[in-house]
């Protein structure tokens, strides 16, 4: 079952993408419940700077596959290569500094603490000074927490949250808390960036809205985007691949026309959200 | 005296007091399995449960049958009231306040007593005077006979009652998943009562049969019975009543021994030991069933 | 606006606050030796002082690190033995060997906190609360009974390690206090004490941000038991005797009302609660009865009524109130004042 011979994994790769090494390749990820194969076989690769899309029914297995390339969940079988390295055994902070930063379908906010300090936690990584320079204050604290303070507010105006740096995080409206989650992670330095349904609980306008700040979060930062997302005007405006996954399995992947006109995914998915579709 | 008997005479005593160790586990775990909390004032209902028998016997010159039923009544009542007054109002906070609040629980019932009592140890005069049993040159004590089969006996009904009762059915299923045990129409709070009730009651229990192998009554008599019979719990597994046993029996036979082996002053240290390592090594106890977060 | 409000620069704030406390400190040193403050209420502020050291200890473990240690005393014993012993076998004279003790009751206090922290905080909440009072007793088992099982005088168990030097004052209990209050602001302003705080909040987000708990929660934890190895060595050169029965389970309760009842998360709520629940039994003699039944009264009462403590997590700053004298015009400002906030 589990052999390491590259099979075809292959996801849709933009153009731009096709000379490099992908930044993600996956192999036979898999993980199994108490016996439930949660997510099998899944095999997918990401391009450099391609924004990709991972669909399908409820329950399908979606943010099992953000959990294990994470390692919240450890895998039973399978490899991952990010940037050509093998993940495995890696914690998640690990992995995180490899370059994997992820947002959650349920937002994990530092609620209590304030908006730019939640920035401030995902810069932890970018900008160190020693537990003796921040004790007795020493210059590299200073310089670090000027730089790190400027970074947030700048990283903030992304979405043009800046005034509200401020704020607990926990008192934020859920449209901006789902925001400030996007820019936290970005903070990290992703190379590529998972995001657990980053429309939900948004009206329409804010969505656009939303598809327009990823794709300019991709093409600012130059990073691969993979995103799980029911809304299909998001999944279908933005997404240049799109994996769809059923019962833990991948059912159909390509483009998105190769996807709308994929039989199986009318049958499993599509099908049973017909107004989405049209 | 030869080495057998001393070994033999230990497992004895160590099966006596473990048997009272797995009843009062059984108070923890049951609690546990339903709300998650570490009732701390487990161990404290224990302590009123023996005062009630001192107070019925030695001031009320009450016969020891009503004592007894007295004893565990009391500490049913008690049980009961300490989940509607101080927990109940916390359902859904976080847990570290249930905790602490426990933890208050248990303090004010002990310094309440010591107001109340003194701290000096009150005798508690014997429930009855049972011959002890000899098998071959195995002298065998009334009490631990009594307490052997009180203890076994008290954990089959608890049985059937988890596993045949409708209230059973609703113990479990409420510590299973609240939310939808209520919207299967199970009464949470009546559910969680009556856990409260039974939990107590085998406390009380196991004041009485405490009080008859110790016959003495001390405002901070509860907190290291309830201590060990949490490590207990733990052990077996907490939320799990065959683990409450078996954790009951494991520590107490684990004590006797380590006095047996003459290192009395360390039994507290081993107990406590024995709690780290389980926790390190396998911290859903011997019988637990792991647990996951939902990301 | 924003941009309109005028921030005093930090080594002013700094300054304010040094020469506030410095004042303190001449004018509490004066009033002793003036005789205005009498003999027992000198040493009812020490108390207070170390009971503020072990408050704020504690707060670092639960209030900004979210975890519910019941072992605090432990750590309290391991630096009040470490700094007893020293002082009593290293024929120093007592004014050199008790900064010695100091700084090893707590170094030695924080290498019980890696030893013991390691392997606990692998577990969470309940359990970790019970394998940490755990560890507190076999702390306290031991140093009762190891004499007799070595079979040379250490601790001498239960008759008491005696006749140490009564080297603690008001002048260097409230250092410390100054001390340790200031090293742990300046660590929770830091990115190690955010990290610290967004472990608290969400672990599988601060996972997530690249932060290593394992690392921050040990930090953490070792910080909490370092300060309370400072104030058990204080409390070795203040009693003159030491048992290890003053370091059971109750003591860590005790260290606990306070942290609760000053609101978790909040520096200033432990100063004044440790201040509040030493003062009134030691002042009120007839209260020091009931002291423990009003501590386990109020336990439950702010648990059920008010979770987040008198403070909450507010931290008071002086300079934060200049500040806003200086702005008086008014920008209502409704910033959350969060934990780990305060000055000095």
């Known amino acids: 079952m589990d052999k390491l011979v590259p099979l075809p994994s292959l996801g849709f790769i933009p153009e731009r993408d096709l000379g490099s090494t992908p930044i993600l390749d996956i192999h036979h990820l898999g993980v199994e419940f108490g016996g439930l194969h949660a997510v099998d076989d899944f095999n997918l690769i990401i391009g450099r700077t391609e924004i990709a899309g991972l669909i399908g029914p409820n329950g399908a297995g979606k943010t099992t596959v953000f959990n294990l390339l994470t390692n919240v969940y450890t895998p039973t079988r399978g490899v991952v290569l990010l940037d050509g390295v093998d993940i495995r055994g890696k914690s998640t902070a690990q992995l995180n500094r490899m370059g994997i930063a992820r947002t959650f379908q349920n937002i994990r906010l530092f609620k209590d603490l304030s908006v730019e300090d939640n920035v401030r936690i995902g810069l932890h990584n970018a900008f160190e000074y020693s537990l003796g320079s921040a004790l007795f204050r020493l210059p590299s604290y200073w310089k670090n927490e000027r730089l790190a303070h400027d970074t947030a507010l700048g990283l903030l105006s992304i979405f043009d949250m800046q005034s509200l740096a401020d704020k607990p995080a926990g008192s934020l409206p859920y449209g901006a808390q789902r925001r400030l989650e996007i820019v936290r992670a970005l903070a990290t330095k992703p190379k590529l960036l998972l995001l657990d349904e980053p429309a939900a609980g948004m009206n329409p306008s804010e969505t656009g809205e939303l598809m327009e700040n990823i794709r300019r979060i991709r093409d600012t930062f130059e990073i691969a985007i993979l995103l799980i997302e029911h809304d299909m005007n998001l999944v279908m405006g933005i997404c240049e691949g799109i994996a769809v996954l059923n019962y833990g399995r991948i059912i159909a992947k390509g483009t998105q026309e190769q996807i709308k006109s994929n039989p199986v995914v009318i049958e499993a998915y599509l099908g049973r959200r017909g107004e989405a579709k049209a | ?295 | 606006m924003k941009q309109a409000y005028k921030k005093i620069p930090m080594p002013v704030r700094y300054a304010i606050n040094t020469l506030l406390f410095a004042a303190f400190l001449i004018i509490g040193v004066s009033l002793i030796q003036s005789g205005a403050i009498s003999k027992y209420f000198t040493k009812v502020l020490m108390l207070i002082g170390i009971n503020i050291i072990l408050a704020v200890s504690l707060n670092i473990a639960t209030g900004y690190l979210g975890q519910l240690p019941l072992g605090h005393a432990g750590f309290m014993a391991v630096g009040a033995y470490t700094a007893a012993i020293f002082m009593t076998r290293s024929g120093l004279d007592p004014s050199v060997s008790f900064p010695i003790g100091l700084v090893l009751g707590a170094l030695s206090a924080g290498i019980f906190g890696i030893l013991i922290g390691i392997p606990a905080l692998r577990l969470k909440g309940d359990y970790l609360a019970i394998i940490t009072l755990g560890f507190g007793e076999i702390i306290r088992v031991v140093l009762l009974n190891i004499d007799s099982v070595l079979g040379f005088k250490l601790t001498y168990g239960a008759a008491s390690l005696k006749s140490i030097p009564k080297e603690t004052t008001f002048l260097n209990t409230f250092l410390c206090v100054g001390i340790a209050c200031l090293l742990i602001h300046t660590m929770m302003k830091s990115r190690h004490g955010r990290a610290v705080l967004s472990i608290r909040e969400n672990e599988i987000a601060a996972e997530s941000c690249g932060i290593n708990i394992t690392y921050y929660k040990v930090l953490g934890f070792t910080a909490s038991a370092v300060f309370a190895g400072l104030a058990g060595a204080l409390y070795a050169g203040y009693l003159g005797i030491l048992n290890p029965s003053s370091f059971g389970f109750m003591k860590s309760i005790e260290i606990l009302v306070m942290v609760v009842l000053g609101g978790m998360g909040s520096m200033v709520g432990s100063v004044l609660s440790a201040t509040v629940l030493t003062a009134i039994p030691e002042l009120l003699r007839a209260f020091s009865e009931y002291r423990m039944i009003v501590y386990s009264l109020l336990l439950i009462t702010v648990m059920i009524f008010k979770p987040s403590g008198l403070m909450g997590q507010y931290d008071f700053s002086l300079s934060r109130i200049l500040e806003k004298v200086f702005n008086r015009k008014p920008t209502r400002d409704t910033t959350n004042h969060k934990a780990g906030d305060k000055n000095g």
């Not at chain 2, 085998?202 to 290291?224: E, F, K």
Request: aromatic letters at 8%.
């Open chain 2, 1 to 295: 005296m030869s080495v057998y008997t001393t070994i033999l005479r230990q497992i004895i005593n160590g099966l006596q007091s473990g048997s009272i160790y797995a009843l009062v586990a059984l108070g923890y775990s049951m609690v546990y399995g339903i709300i998650t909390l570490l009732n701390f004032a487990h161990g404290d209902i224990i302590m009123i449960g023996a005062y009630i028998a001192w107070l019925s016997m030695a001031k009320l010159s009450m016969h020891p049958a009503f004592a007894i039923l007295s004893a565990i009544l009391g500490c049913t009542l008690l049980g009961m009231l300490i989940e509607k007054a101080a927990y109940k109002p916390l359902r859904g906070s976080p847990r570290i306040s249930l905790l602490i609040t426990a933890i208050g629980v248990s303090f004010l019932l002990e310094n309440l007593s010591q107001m109340v009592f003194g701290a000096k140890a009150q005798v508690i005069p014997s429930f009855s005077n049972i011959p002890s049993i000899f098998l071959g040159t195995i002298e065998l004590s009334g009490t631990a006979v009594i307490t052997l089969i009180a203890a076994a006996v008290s954990m089959l009904l608890l049985t059937f009652l988890v596993q045949k009762t409708k209230m059973g059915k609703a113990m479990r299923a409420v510590s299973e998943d609240t939310d939808a045990a209520q919207l299967m129409g199970i009464n949470i709070n009546r559910t969680i009562s009556f856990t409260f009730a039974i939990g107590s009651a085998l406390a009380g229990i196991g004041a009485v049969l405490y009080c008859s192998a110790y016959p003495q009554a001390t405002p901070t008599m509860g907190s290291m019975l309830g201590l060990k019979a949490f490590v207990a719990a733990v052990l077996g597994g907490i939320g799990s009543i065959p683990g409450a046993m078996i954790g009951g029996f494991a520590i107490g036979l684990a004590e006797s021994l380590v006095s047996a082996i003459g290192l009395s002053v360390w039994r507290d240290g081993v107990v406590f030991a024995i709690l780290i390592i389980v926790l390190l090594v396998k911290p859903t106890g011997i019988l637990g069933r792991p647990m996951r977060e939902k990301v």
